[in-house]
T-cell receptor, first 111, second 114 residues
Framework: DARVTQTPRHKVTEMGQEVTMRCQPI?????VFWYRQTMMQGLELLAYFRNRAPLDDSGMPKDRFSAEMPDATLATLKIQPSEPRDSAVYFCASGLVAPDHFGDGTRLSIL | AQSVTQPDIHITVSEGASLELRCNYSYGATPYLFWYVQSPGQGLQLLLK??????LVQGIKGFEAEFKRSQSSFNLRKPSVHWSDAAEYFC????????????FGRGTSLIVHP
């Protein structure tokens, strides 16, 4: 079965550090999504790309978050500097138009 | 903007019993509708989606959902629940016009008793 692969699965770091999360979408999927899941807010869309072009990143705090797709096999989400309120599970998903497949997420803890 | 309400935070059923999870949406035009399932420590898995056509949608794992425009609902059903169906279930709605990007409900936790 084709899978969306996310690394790392877990990340613990101190406030102020840079965090980079990576995602390998399913080959052939042209739309990639980043979601954040917390108990308080549920699932929130942070950004999404179609054909590697960013279409919407209005869900991201622009001053500290950035999302890129350097090529069709890699999407990255960076946080710099990280803050305790960024602690959450971050999911990448891919599909042809909508998120058909999710990765297992990166569980991020900022101390 | 579109929104989704899943009225039940928790649902408890006995194994072998039928299941219906409720989902109501708010959107002025024809929505795109999704159901996903999430097991602990894992990502979401798409069960089924409705974009157009037949309002009764068949999905994976024996699930189905029915789009009822008059009730603004997209309830998920399964005739006989298995213990492995215990998980969190999310309904989501996307807008028409090309974006398809779903907004998620807060989820319903399904507990299955033996």
């Amino acid at each position: 079965d084709a899978r969306v692969t996310q690394t790392p699965r877990h990340k613990v770091t101190e406030m102020g550090q840079e965090v980079t999360m990576r995602c390998q979408p399913i080959l052939g999927h042209n739309t990639v999504f980043w979601y954040r899941q917390t108990m308080m807010q549920g699932l929130e869309l942070l950004a999404y790309f179609r054909n590697r072009a960013p279409l919407d990143d209005s869900g991201m705090p622009k001053d500290r978050f950035s999302a890129e797709m350097p090529d069709a096999t890699l999407a990255t989400l960076k946080i710099q500097p990280s803050e305790p309120r960024d602690s959450a599970v971050y999911f990448c998903a891919s599909g042809l138009v909508a998120p058909d497949h999710f990765g297992d997420g990166t569980r991020l803890s900022i101390l | 903007a579109q929104s989704v309400t899943q009225p039940d935070i928790h649902i408890t059923v006995s194994e072998g019993a039928s299941l219906e999870l409720r989902c109501n949406y708010s959107y002025g035009a024809t929505p795109y509708l999704f159901w996903y399932v999430q097991s602990p420590g894992q990502g979401l898995q798409l069960l089924l989606k409705y974009f157009s056509g037949d309002t009764l949608v068949q999905g994976i794992k024996g699930f189905e959902a029915e789009f009822k425009r008059s009730q603004s609902s997209f309830n998920l059903r399964k005739p006989s629940v298995h213990w492995s169906d215990a998980a969190e279930y999310f309904c989501a709605v996307g807008v028409s016009g090309g974006s398809y990007i779903p907004t998620f409900g807060r989820g319903t936790s399904l507990i299955v008793h033996p």
